[in-house]
């Protein structure tokens, strides 16, 4: 885009649904339900309904620690909710009138909880079950400030950065540069943070770390947007150390397969319903039972 032709903003916006690039189909400028459909319900208290982004996996990481640590009450039904206008069905708009993903409901009382934004849902199950919480209440608001560090900051990795350079329908540079120049600020704020510490409040691994890994944690380990060279995400050293740390734990490897549609079919589980899934049911597995 040149000076010559810059867009110029009209005095009242309208939408155009073919301007929206690789999400034309599925965003809009309103909310509510355009279907009526019922969510599934499985056996398990705990309903959560997601797919693989890196939002999903914080809850789904989350989860699959704390069944490793033996909480069994953190059993749960993950379901697959495709973002491809699922998110508008009337079920699930029931339980996040703001359609994105993950949603979580427990049906663990007398009536069902509804919870929805990740960082709620990792917050809700953390002082429901008391696991990846600091135990130290000086180190509490320590965790608040980094949990919600990261929900205000990946927008600018995701909508910002991670839309004009990998999703929008052309390349533009102002857009792409303005972003690109604060996420590499944001990773520089966490290489700073982590010269320090072994985890983001400290020697204890808690809920930020794995809120912020899912986002920044994939980011320098080549998962998002194949921006890594372009963003020169390996200078940033004591991201990588603490990303590949958190990467080898294997209830991480199992969270980043749950609701996953993307990448190698053995490492997608489209659906969780028990442990047992993980070697029963990936989508590799799936599709070799049905071409038989």
């Given at each position: 885009m040149?000076?010559?032709?810059?867009?110029?903003?009209?005095?009242?916006?309208?939408?155009?649904?073919e301007?929206g690039?690789?999400f034309?189909k599925?965003?809009r400028p309103?909310?509510g339900?355009?279907h009526?459909?019922e969510?599934?319900?499985?056996?398990?208290?705990?309903?959560l309904?997601?797919q693989?982004?890196?939002?999903?996996?914080k809850?789904t990481?989350?989860?699959?620690?704390?069944?490793?640590l033996?909480?069994?009450r953190a059993?749960?039904?993950?379901w697959?909710l495709?973002?491809?206008g699922?998110?508008?069905?009337?079920g699930?708009v029931?339980?996040?009138?703001n359609?994105?993903i993950?949603?979580?409901?427990?049906r663990?009382?007398t009536?069902?909880?509804r919870?929805f934004?990740?960082a709620?849902?990792?917050?809700?199950?953390?002082?429901?079950?008391?696991?990846f919480?600091?135990?130290d209440p000086?180190v509490?608001?320590e965790?608040?400030?980094?949990?919600?560090?990261?929900m205000?900051?990946?927008?600018?990795l995701?909508?910002?950065f991670?839309?004009f350079?990998?999703?929008?329908?052309?390349k533009?540079e102002?857009?792409i540069?303005?972003?690109?120049?604060?996420v590499?600020?944001?990773?520089?704020v966490?290489d700073?943070?982590?010269a320090?510490r072994?985890?983001?409040?400290?020697?204890?691994?808690?809920i930020?770390?794995m809120?912020i890994?899912?986002?920044y944690g994939?980011?320098v380990l080549?998962?998002?947007?194949?921006?890594?060279e372009f963003?020169d995400?390996?200078?940033?050293?004591?991201?990588?150390?603490?990303?590949?740390e958190i990467?080898?734990r294997?209830a991480?490897?199992?969270?980043?397969m749950?609701?996953?549609?993307?990448?190698p079919l053995?490492l997608?589980?489209?659906?969780?319903?028990?442990a047992?899934?993980?070697?029963l049911?990936?989508?590799?597995?799936?599709e070799?039972?049905?071409?038989?």
């Amino acid at each position: 885009m040149t000076k010559n032709d810059a867009y110029v903003p009209p005095n009242v916006w309208q939408w155009d649904m073919e301007s929206g690039g690789s999400f034309s189909k599925i965003n809009r400028p309103i909310s509510g339900k355009t279907h009526d459909e019922e969510l599934p319900v499985g056996k398990h208290p705990l309903q959560l309904y997601s797919q693989g982004t890196p939002n999903g996996v914080k809850v789904t990481v989350l989860l699959e620690e704390m069944l490793a640590l033996g909480e069994h009450r953190a059993e749960y039904d993950a379901w697959l909710l495709r973002i491809n206008g699922k998110q508008f069905g009337s079920g699930f708009v029931e339980i996040n009138p703001n359609s994105k993903i993950p949603a979580l409901v427990d049906r663990s009382g007398t009536k069902p909880v509804r919870v929805f934004e990740s960082a709620a849902i990792m917050l809700y199950l953390a002082e429901k079950f008391g696991h990846f919480l600091p135990k130290d209440p000086e180190v509490r608001p320590e965790l608040l400030s980094w949990l919600f560090w990261q929900m205000g900051s990946a927008p600018f990795l995701g909508g910002g950065f991670g839309h004009f350079y990998a999703y929008a329908p052309e390349k533009y540079e102002y857009p792409i540069n303005r972003y690109a120049m604060e996420v590499k600020r944001q990773l520089d704020v966490l290489d700073k943070l982590l010269a320090k510490r072994q985890f983001i409040c400290g020697d204890e691994y808690t809920i930020a770390d794995m809120a912020i890994w899912a986002w920044y944690g994939q980011l320098v380990l080549g998962r998002l947007y194949n921006a890594g060279e372009f963003l020169d995400v390996e200078t940033y050293t004591q991201v990588a150390r603490w990303a590949q740390e958190i990467d080898a734990r294997p209830a991480v490897r199992r969270g980043r397969m749950v609701n996953k549609t993307s990448g190698p079919l053995e490492l997608q589980l489209h659906e969780r319903h028990n442990a047992d899934d993980f070697d029963l049911r990936t989508q590799d597995k799936l599709e070799t039972v049905a071409s038989d």
